[in-house]
């Protein structure tokens, strides 16, 4: 069988009211050809809603080709991290991600995927916050509550969604690519939303009826839990902005940081070779060498933990990255005391200019050396 090109997401916890009658729907509502295939998360839910939706399967495989994954996992995990679950095993190349309780009617799924086809935006979201859109069955509690969440979203983390709490959307798979996820609580969407910028969005009109059968997973955490996703993601955000784009900026910004780093290492070198020389009475040589300990010392913490910001500081890591810092240091100062050589005895420079040219030389190798094998970063990055 061909693979599959759209992925319906849908997550199940206790659904065995709900799950014959919307994998049917989804069924009917989903042309063959768009060739899709569903994959239901269940929370191993004690009313068997996997066993059911197994047994359909099985009892549908032959004559409609629609392929039911059932994924089972152990516990109860929340929606958002089932969602996320699903994707990961999500054969399409089109995701689309929908509640199993009939709130969200299946048979909107064409016109979103038409919608996301021809606009060549990358996220389509069902909203029941735009023209045409509505809820139905929901105490004026709930409605409220909606919208004081959907309120915070679009002015605390700037989103430009009608409908960012909406549970019903489709998507282009590889625009999560290189993302990471928290998936607490309920709200896949919204994270979505903050962490793939750039991401275009068309929104589609869609009546929410709360459901008929079963009840809601919503539970008394889950205003608590969605204060804690904002706070997590405003700060995601905060970072992100911060965060310089121009690789040129980030590049010679950290390069400034690791010649400053080499100064100070001077300043920490001369100190402490006169500080043993001095006061413990040490052998001027020995002291030189100490100076020299110290320094590469100090300079590889200033540079793991300011230039580069490396903040794992297990022990295995730090040693060997201590280790390879050490030995392109050396490295570094036998070239600078080549290349001194070679421009004053084979150039005929003067001593101040090649010591000048050759310290340039070999502290900026060091920072290639270092940057892409010690700490292992892009070298342009
Ligand atoms: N696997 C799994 N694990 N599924 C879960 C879990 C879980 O921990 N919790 C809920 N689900 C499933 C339910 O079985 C259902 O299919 C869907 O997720 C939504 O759960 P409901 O409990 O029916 O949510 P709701 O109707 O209160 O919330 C709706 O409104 C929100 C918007 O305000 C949903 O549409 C949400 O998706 C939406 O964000
Ligand atoms: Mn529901």
Request: negative net charge; glycine residues 0%; without cysteine.
């Given at each position: 069988m061909q693979s599959a090109e759209i992925s319906i997401i849908l997550p199940t916890y206790n659904e065995s009211q709900n799950i014959l009658g919307i994998l049917e729907h989804i069924q009917k509502s989903v042309p063959r050809e768009m060739r899709a295939e569903t994959i239901v998360v269940d929370d191993n839910s004690p009313d068997n809603t996997a066993k059911i939706a197994e047994d359909y399967f099985h009892s549908i495989r032959e004559r409609t080709g629609h392929t039911i994954n059932v994924v089972k996992r152990k516990a109860k995990d929340g929606l958002s991290s089932a969602i996320l679950h699903g994707i990961q095993q999500a054969s399409g190349r089109i995701i689309v991600v929908m509640d199993s309780d009939f709130s969200h009617p299946p048979n909107i799924i064409p016109k979103m995927i038409e919608t996301l086809r021809h606009t060549k935006c990358d996220i389509v979201i069902a909203s029941r916050y735009v023209k045409g859109g509505s809820i139905q069955g929901w105490p004026f509690k709930r409605k409220l509550m909606s919208k004081i969440a959907t309120m915070i979203a679009k002015k605390g983390l700037g989103i430009k969604s009608h409908d960012p709490m909406s549970g019903f959307f489709v998507f282009k798979k590889n625009i999560i690519n290189e993302l990471k996820f928290d998936a607490i609580g309920y709200k896949m969407l919204l994270e979505i939303l903050v962490k793939a910028k750039g991401a275009k969005i068309q929104e589609v009109p869609y009546t929410f009826t709360d459901r008929q059968n079963g009840s809601s997973k919503l539970g008394t955490s889950t205003v608590l839990e969605y204060c804690n996703s904002v706070w997590n993601l405003y700060k995601y955000g905060r970072k992100v902005r911060r965060e310089e784009r121009r690789t040129s900026v980030r590049f010679l910004s950290k390069a400034a940081r690791f010649f400053t780093v080499g100064a100070s290492g001077l300043g920490v070198n001369y100190l402490a070779s006169m500080l043993f020389a001095l006061s413990a009475n040490v052998w001027y040589l020995h002291a030189t060498m100490m100076g020299i300990v110290f320094s590469i010392t100090s300079n590889f913490f200033l540079n793991k933990y300011?230039?580069?910001?490396?903040?794992?500081?297990?022990i295995k890591t730090t040693l060997v990255q201590y280790g390879k810092f050490a030995g392109f240091s050396s490295i570094g100062a036998l070239v600078q005391l080549g290349l001194v050589y070679y421009l004053v005895d084979g150039f005929a420079l003067s001593y101040p200019i090649a010591l000048v040219l050759a310290v340039g030389t070999a502290a900026f190798g060091n920072f290639i050396l270092n940057k892409k094998w010690t700490f292992k970063e892009k070298v342009w990055s």
């Open positions: 300011w230039t580069f910001e490396d903040k794992d500081f297990s």
